[in-house]
């Protein structure tokens, strides 16, 4: 079982920048695909970021990429997005979460495991 814990999270300024952390427990971290994802009020939970297990390979929505940096650090078991550029449209919960199977996937459903979100809100 994997138990995977966002940090980070709060209200920024638009144009400002935020790193959300996720610390992960149980299992073999190095072996899984990570991803971030994020729902707004009213809308479905949307893919934003993913990286391969070793780190090497990183994937991004349209709409994040060139701001938002998805990383991870093995020896430390967590993986992190760095959002800069922040926009009032990326407001929302924001949740991290694991893919054993590493399918890199863009969609919630091959994710086994996710964190309790963390709130980013960005005031214009």
């Known amino acids: 079982q994997v138990q995977l814990v966002e940090s980070g999270g709060g209200l920024v300024q638009a144009g400002g920048s935020v790193r959300l952390s996720c610390a992960a427990s149980g299992g073999t971290f190095s072996s899984y695909a990570m991803g971030w994802f994020r729902q707004a009020p009213g809308n479905e939970r949307e893919f934003v970021a993913g990286i391969s297990g070793s780190g090497t390979r990183t994937y991004y929505a349209e709409s994040v990429r060139g701001r938002f940096t998805i990383s991870r650090g093995n020896a430390k078991n967590t993986v992190y997005l760095q959002m800069n550029s922040l926009k009032p449209e990326d407001t929302a919960v924001y949740y991290c979460?694991?893919?054993?199977?590493?399918?890199?996937?863009?969609?919630?459903?091959?994710?086994?495991?996710w964190g309790q979100g963390t709130q980013v809100t960005v005031s214009s």
């Open positions: 979460a694991a893919d054993p199977a590493v399918l890199e996937s863009l969609v919630p459903v091959a994710y086994d495991y």
